[in-house]
């Protein structure tokens, strides 16, 4: 597993539940280490034991963890560089879901070792999609409805986000689009802040 999404669940878990809860997750994990290094390459069997004791520790299901941390990557002042770019796919949320399926390939132009499963979006009408999550990285269309959801925030969209079902081995989200303008999102700039 990339050292990068290791770093972002250990910041998720620091910034979300305290550094003490982080430390007991990574001393029953047993990984000799507290923290990860964002540009090292890790065993996958570290990551999936560090989700584990964090679910026994905090007694909630991975799947509400993960859609936490999407939410946490979008909507965190420490995660800002990726809410930029993910805001880069759309000046609308209808244009940001439209992006998706290279964000893959986006996320490879900024660390070309990271490999994030694809994603395919379908329009079943002008208000309603389905999102494809190919397989690769074990829940990550739990963590792809909580960057939905904060990015429908972002946006000042008003959407409905479920998991629909299971296509051979791909997890599909269904979005339904409620109201594109229902409130006033997030300031967002193309060109970013000046110091």
Same mark, same amino acid.
């Given at each position: 597993?990339?050292?990068?999404?290791?770093? !972002?669940?250990?910041s +998720?878990?620091c910034?979300?539940?305290?550094?003490?809860?982080?430390?007991r997750?990574?001393?029953? !994990?047993?990984l000799?280490f507290?923290?990860?290094?964002?540009?090292l390459?890790?065993?996958?069997?570290?990551?999936?034991?560090?989700?584990?004791?964090?679910?026994?520790?905090?007694r909630?299901?991975r799947s509400e963890?993960?859609e936490?941390l999407?939410?946490?990557?979008?909507?965190?002042?420490?995660?800002e560089?990726?809410r930029?770019?993910?805001r +880069?796919?759309?000046?609308?949320y209808?244009? +940001?879901?439209h992006?998706?399926d290279?964000?893959?390939?986006?996320?490879?132009?900024?660390?070309?070792?990271l490999?994030?499963?694809?994603?395919?979006?379908?329009?079943?009408?002008?208000?309603?999609?389905?999102?494809?999550?190919?397989?690769?990285?074990?829940?990550?269309?739990?963590v792809?409805?909580?960057?939905?959801r904060?990015m !429908?925030?972002?946006?000042g !969209?008003?959407?409905?986000?479920?998991?629909?079902?299971?296509?051979?081995?791909?997890?599909?989200?269904?979005?339904v689009l409620?109201?594109?303008?229902?409130a006033?999102?997030?300031?967002?700039?193309?060109g970013?802040?000046k110091?």
């Amino acid at each position: 597993m990339h050292g990068l999404i290791n770093r !972002a669940v250990q910041s +998720f878990v620091c910034a979300t539940y305290g550094y003490s809860c982080w430390l007991r997750v990574t001393e029953a !994990a047993e990984l000799g280490f507290v923290e990860f290094e964002a540009m090292l390459v890790y065993d996958d069997d570290m990551t999936q034991r560090v989700l584990d004791y964090l679910c026994a520790d905090l007694r909630r299901p991975r799947s509400e963890i993960l859609e936490d941390l999407g939410t946490y990557l979008v909507s965190h002042p420490n995660m800002e560089g990726l809410r930029r770019l993910l805001r +880069f796919g759309g000046v609308t949320y209808v244009e +940001f879901l439209h992006s998706l399926d290279d964000l893959s390939d986006r996320a490879r132009l900024a660390v070309s070792d990271l490999h994030l499963p694809a994603l395919e979006l379908v329009e079943v009408s002008p208000a309603e999609y389905q999102l494809f999550c190919h397989p690769g990285l074990a829940g990550y269309s739990s963590v792809m409805v909580g960057i939905l959801r904060a990015m !429908a925030d972002d946006y000042g !969209a008003l959407v409905m986000l479920s998991h629909a079902d299971q296509e051979q081995e791909v997890d599909v989200i269904s979005v339904v689009l409620i109201e594109s303008a229902f409130a006033e999102g997030r300031q967002f700039e193309l060109g970013g802040r000046k110091s």
